[in-house]
């Protein structure tokens, strides 16, 4: 099976598989079936029989899954078993909110580099990084084989700034601006927009 | 149809709908055919018929969507003409991002409380509001019929604030908190974690 062969949405499952295989670590449990599974992710045994059935065979039938081996099995899918660096653009409230985020570091994820363009943050050091001019990211980042980047500038600056990073090898943006990014096919965009989830509830509410 | 007969990820593509209909609106595009919204969107053009088809025919054979009924039907749907009220707790620093995002207002959310345990920012007013004592919850909240909570403390802390904004009478929380949430079958949850998103971009990085 190639990459680009697995569904898409059956990708972006995948780690909240490994949340929930870690969670059932720490509370003691080995063995884990998909019927268990599917209750605490909230969905059904078949779902995930049928997500896991795309990269090979997990566990034998009746038995259920090992809980550690099909966690390490999902973490080197999903390429965790490394340190990602990250660079991170624009450090208003948000970026500063990441920059102090211990969740990162644990998880594999090391931002390395912070860049602002206000005289008020550059030169400041926030959560052990200091911030850099943003005319400095090529100087910066094009030589570091950095894959990541975080953007989180206003809405009208994100495509400019997604423009240098991929300029600059990097192949996975998280993008914070809440603006559609424009950019090459090989390169990955995971959006976060709390608006777009609270506009999703409100669905419900009535 | 009824409600709940609509699956969720439809619901879930929705307010992306919305968000790029409002874009065209801003280029001047009065009609938009199905494949050049799927172009927009990434997606078919026949997954975005199906998903309109959920709820009623929209735009008529061959001469595309009307870009302003659709996306005021849309908005309709998801129940976004009239203004949400959101109760936030935990005020460290994505607590801050989000007392100062004017993106939440524009868009019809609006933090009418603020909520923290610490002496160092109870009774700090930020973007507007007034941190409250977290003790001061119920007294604050229950009355107001407020629907939404957002929910930004600690991991250890999120369950049990979960509790109480449920008990409160909120049935939709935005958890930026990476743990599940377990709440009752009436209530939504969204979660916010960066974590998960750059978990599945890795995936595509080898």
Not at 125 to 143: N, T, Y
Request: proline letters at 4%; one cysteine or more.
């Amino acid at each position: 099976m190639k990459k680009y062969d697995v569904p898409d949405i059956v990708i972006s499952r995948l780690p909240l598989y490994v949340q929930t295989l870690n969670q059932l670590l720490r509370e003691g449990k080995s063995v884990v079936s998909s019927s268990e599974l599917g209750e605490r992710l909230k969905t059904t045994p078949s779902q995930i029989r049928r997500d896991l059935s795309y990269f090979g065979g997990f566990g034998k039938k009746g038995s259920g899954y090992d809980v550690i081996s099909l966690m390490e099995s999902l973490r080197s899918i999903l390429n965790l078993n490394q340190i990602w660096q990250v660079a991170l653009v624009g450090v208003g409230h948000v970026g500063m909110a990441l920059l102090h985020y211990d969740g990162f570091g644990r998880k594999g994820f090391e931002i390395i580099a912070a860049f602002d363009q206000s005289p008020n943050v550059i030169g400041r050091k926030i959560g052990g990084i200091e911030v850099q001019d943003v005319e400095l990211i090529e100087a910066e980042i094009c030589q570091k084989h950095v894959d990541i980047g975080a953007i989180t500038v206003p809405a009208e600056n994100a495509q400019a700034v997604a423009d240098r990073l991929v300029n600059c090898g990097i192949r996975a943006i998280l993008n914070y601006a809440p603006v559609y990014l424009e950019v090459p096919k090989h390169v990955q965009v995971s959006n976060i927009d709390p608006v777009l989830k609270l506009q999703k509830m409100t669905y419900y509410l009535k």
